[in-house]
Nanobody, 114 residues
Framework: QVRLVESGGGSVQAGGSLRLSCAAV????????NGWYRQVPGKKRELVAK??????DYADSVKGRFAISGDNAKNTISLQMNNLKPEDTALYYC?????????WGQGTQVSVSS
């Protein structure tokens, strides 16, 4: 059994920064921790950023402001979020997979005030 533990969320003013971290706890054999998603009430969960090896991909809305990084050996990923905007307010989820099975963290809240 493996679970993802996120940390680093909080409340900031627009223009501020936060760093989210995600770590796998438990049996992480064949686990691939690969991305961050976010969701606001009433909307679908959306991809924020993902990483595979040295390749990264970002939602257009966060390009140039967010940076994802990862350590495959430690099964951890991080998301550095700069120049935060009120529209970045959401519950942020860490995502991983084992084969075809998706694994999600419990989510960490990011709130940005104007």
């Amino acid at each position: 059994q493996v679970r993802l533990v996120e940390s680093g969320g909080g409340s900031v003013q627009a223009g501020g920064s936060l760093r989210l971290s995600c770590a796998a706890v438990g049996n992480a054999f064949s686990l691939n921790v690969n991305g961050w998603y976010r969701q606001v009430p009433g909307k679908k969960r959306e991809l924020v950023a993902k990483i595979r090896g040295s390749n990264t991909d970002y939602a257009d809305s966060v390009k140039g402001r967010f940076a994802i990084s990862g350590d495959n050996a430690k099964n951890t990923i991080s998301l550095q979020m700069n120049n935060l905007k009120p529209e970045d307010t959401a519950l942020y989820y860490c995502h991983a997979y084992v084969g075809i099975t998706d694994i999600w963290g419990q989510g960490t809240q990011v709130s940005v005030s104007s």
